[in-house]
Every structure is written in C-alpha cells, then in structure tokens.
C-alpha cells in the first residue's frame, strides 16, 4: 500500500507567479484534502475535493483553485503570489463513505515548501 | 467557530521522564480528535485517534486522553527519548464543519540526552 506523495518538495517563486502543486493519493482513498502551514503554526485548511468536486472549503480567497482526476490525484493551483503565501502545503488523503457522515481519517503527505520571494 | 489551543508552545525535558501535553477545543461538538506528530520541515504522521464517544487510545508509551464536555485532551508520553524530539499537534474534526480538521499551533518537544 503506497501513502500519499507530493511533489515538488521544494520550489522557490516570485511575487505575482502562480504555482501547480501536485499530490497522489494512498491506494483506495477517494478524497484528497488541502492544507496550508505556515512557520510556526498549525495547518490551515484550504479545500477538499470529492469525486472530482470540491466539497469544502476554508478562508482562502478564490486565486486558490484545485482539481482532483479521475484516479484520485490532485492539484493546488495558486495565482498571483504573494509573499504570505509562503508554506508547507500539505495534502492528504481519505476514504470518505456517506455512512462515516465526513468523519474520516487522513493520510498526510510530506509536503511541498513554497517560498515566494 | 472552532479553536483548538495547545499549551505549552514549547517543553524541555530530559530524558526518560513521564510528560504531558495540552490541548483545548472551544466546540464540543466534535467527531474526533486527533494527535499528530510533525518533524522539522515534514509532514505529519498520525499518532492517535480518539472518537468523540471514547474516552482514551494508548499506543505503546502514547495515551491519548478526551474529555468533550470540557473541550480537553492530553497526551501522556512515558519515558520519553531524545527520538521523541518533535512537535506534536492536535486537531479536531467538528460536526458543523465536517469537512476539515482544526489544528492547534503546536507544542515542541526537546527530549535532552
């Protein structure tokens, strides 16, 4: 059974660019969710996708977009950098069933850190 | 809306000796409430999962304690290693906002050799 990966691990970007940020999900997971963490802080959540729609979503202004595929991976897309958006960006993956009413666990990947610059 | 709050920021013990760690929710309408632990720069490895009708999960020197109607937890380390050397969050998932955790900023943890 693979966990969740992520990729790049690192990337360095200038104020005003935009980012892809990708993520594939643990074997059997259907969900993927995203979070932000900044130094010295607990993650925040972005969004989180189902079935190839987003189902959720946190205080993130809607230059934060995302895509799930048909196997289950995901994408976080950012435009316009700014230098706040500066992080680790985490996903994680689940398998969310309507029968767990949203309370499932997730797998985390290592994350991808973005410094803007 | 949900605020979980971890106390303290940060700890310094040396090792072997039995620890605490802190963990405050303001909504006890929860589903549960999960310890993570995260490595400089890394992602976060699950420790424990307790469900909002448990009361505690033990994993090896790891328990993990809930007590909802209060909105706290603990999480108790014994004999702690210098490998134990972390920061360790706590997240809750809450009914009105199923869809996402809401985590505490963190308590790091330096285990002295």
């Known amino acids: 059974e693979t966990g969740v990966t992520q990729s790049p691990t690192h990337l360095i970007k200038t104020r005003g660019q935009q980012v892809t940020l990708r993520c594939s999900s643990q074997?059997?997971?259907?969900?993927v969710s995203w979070y932000q963490q900044a130094l010295g802080q607990g993650p925040q959540f972005i969004f989180q996708?189902?079935?190839?729609?987003?189902?959720g979503r946190g205080n993130f202004p809607p230059r934060f977009s995302g895509l799930q595929f048909p196997n289950y991976s995901s994408e976080l897309n950012v435009n316009a950098l700014e230098l706040d958006d500066s992080a680790l960006y985490l996903c994680a993956s689940s398998l969310l069933d309507r029968a767990s009413s949203g309370a499932n666990v997730l797998t985390f990947g290592a994350g991808s850190r973005l410094t803007v610059l | 809306k949900q605020e979980v709050t971890q106390i303290p920021a940060a700890l310094s013990v040396p090792e072997g000796e039995n620890l605490v760690l802190n963990c405050s929710f303001t909504?006890?309408?929860?589903?549960?409430l999960q310890w993570f632990r995260q490595d400089p720069g890394k992602g976060l490895t699950s420790l424990l999962l307790i469900q909002s009708s448990q009361r505690e999960q033990t994993s090896g020197r790891l328990n993990a304690s809930l007590d909802k109607s209060s909105g706290r937890s603990t999480l108790y380390i014994a004999a702690s290693q210098p490998g134990d050397s972390a920061t360790y969050l706590c997240a809750v998932r809450t009914t009105g906002s199923a869809r996402q955790l809401t985590f505490g900023s963190g308590t790091q943890l330096t285990v002295l050799p």
């Open positions: 996708y189902y079935r190839e729609e987003e189902n």
């Open positions: 074997s059997g997971h259907n969900t």
């Open positions: 909504d006890s309408a929860i589903y549960n």
